[in-house]
């Protein structure tokens, strides 16, 4: 069992580090006040194709990241309690 909770706490170092560094690279999606108030055009080319850029993928890539993150905490909890 303690090589299973090593296995595990070793994917889950390598998932902190691959979010920390995702997480930094992304680009700040806020406009400011001005979006809010007059409203953005969702019509043109950018906005429909927007997860097949680089942004978009990185997006994803951190929400996935995210996911596997919080999965991989409750597992070590339930390693670590056993």
Do not use: P
Request: proline residues 0%.
């Amino acid at each position: 069992m303690t090589v299973l909770r090593y296995i595990v706490l070793a994917i889950y170092i390598i998932i902190c580090i691959a979010l920390i560094i995702v997480a930094t690279v992304q680009t700040k999606d806020s406009n400011g006040l001005s979006e809010a108030i007059v409203g953005s055009s969702t019509n043109n080319f950018y906005e429909k194709n927007k997860g097949r850029t680089k942004e978009g993928k990185i997006k994803r890539y951190t929400v996935i990241l995210g996911v596997a993150f919080m999965i991989s905490t409750v597992i070590l909890s339930v390693l670590y309690v056993m």
